[in-house]
């Protein structure tokens, strides 16, 4: 096997692949704050697990801000290295999910990475995954992306995770955030099948909370929320413009691959205090823009997708590098704790 290098065509080429090809499936949860995780699947018929059950919105009102983020949980804890796809397998190993008929495996934080790389054209952005292939299936786990460290984090990076954590968590408690706060020691993820065009992909990713009332622990009722820096008051409009659409184009993606459709964006200060909620439906996202398109991501992630099926073999690891530039190249590599991860988990079925 050779190298083998995938242009990345201007966004406009990708249209192929709209939003109606999206299918979204829930097929479990799990919560791996303590060991063992607990697991729940669909398929099980069983009840879910009461530290499975996704907290209702609980949203500060606007009278509580501006409202501190800050806490004394800035270092140890705050931030999961775990492997994605360590994850996913681990609960996919306890529930006895089949992977015979996935194509590829990937935590929700690297296909909303990969799947924006034609916009990062004029963005200097790059990004790099390991990838290895077993029993047809691919696991993909992102290694580097936006200049991110690959196993360990500076006490600034702990710092905004624990803000992010404390904004997570007063969003179901109606502003209860104070320095010191403890949060909720709690991780409940919940694994997906996307199904884009051709290609099944199992994922997972945090749902944050569900609105109140109505059918519970449905798609249509999740809520994503996510925590911002606002702008700096000296900068210029034409950079705020085009970051505000960078953000448009992030928070759409985050939220299609687990079909949710709301999302409360919280916005703080440098030094960690909230100061401004918005709510956003995903929908009006995609309509409040000409600079970029839903079809141009999910065109791009299916594309690249079949691209990595077609051009790898079983039994085989790779690295997977984005230049910034305009394309992505996948060379052979050395097995290494990918690999392991997957050849490790021996309670998983193909069957």
């Known amino acids: 096997m050779v190298r083998a290098i995938l242009r990345v065509e201007h966004p406009r080429q990708y249209l192929g692949t709209r939003k109606e090809n999206l299918n979204v499936i ?9 060991e063992p995780m607990t697991a729940w699947a669909v398929h099980s018929g069983d009840e879910i697990p009461p530290n499975c059950k996704i907290p209702h919105l609980h949203p500060p009102t606007e009278e509580q801000l501006p409202l501190s983020l800050r806490t004394e949980r800035t270092s140890g804890g705050v931030v ?31 296909l909303r990475r990969v799947s924006q790389t034609p916009y990062y054209r004029g963005e200097k952005v790059t990004w790099s995954a390991n990838l290895a292939r077993h029993q047809d299936t691919l696991f993909l786990e992102l290694t580097k992306a936006y200049g991110w460290r690959e196993t360990t984090f500076c006490p600034l990076n702990y710092e905004i995770a624990a803000w992010g954590t404390v904004f997570e968590d007063i969003m179901t408690t109606g502003g209860k955030g ?43 009722n999740y809520v994503d929320v996510k925590l911002r820096e606002e702008y700096h008051e000296t900068a210029r409009q034409s950079h705020i413009e085009f970051m505000d659409e960078n953000r448009k184009r992030d928070t759409w993606t985050q939220c299609a691959l687990l079909g949710i459709e709301t999302v409360f964006c919280g916005e703080r200060t440098k030094d960690g205090t909230l100061i401004k909620l918005e709510e956003i439906w995903t929908e009006h996202l995609e309509h409040r823009t000409t600079l970029w398109k839903p079809e141009g991501v999910l065109s791009f992630l299916e594309n690249l997708l079949v691209w990595l099926k077609d051009n790898t073999e079983n039994g085989l690891s790779y690295t997977l590098n984005n230049n910034g530039r305009s394309e992505i190249v996948l060379e052979p590599a050395e097995h290494g704790d990918l690999m392991q991860i997957v050849l490790s988990s021996t309670q998983l079925s193909y069957e």
């Open 80 to 110: 999961n290295q775990t492997s994605a796809v360590e994850r996913i397998l681990t609960w996919a190993g306890a529930t006895e999910y089949s992977l015979k008929d996935i194509d590829v495996v990937a935590g929700r934080n690297a």
């Open 26 to 34: 829930e097929v479990g949860r799990f919560n791996d704050y303590e």
């Open 178 to 220: 104070t320095p010191g706060y403890d949060c909720r020691d709690t991780n409940i993820r919940v694994p997906r099948l996307i199904e884009l065009g051709s290609i099944k992909t199992l994922t997972n990713g945090k749902v944050h909370s569900q609105t109140p009332g109505g059918q519970q622990d449905v798609i249509s």
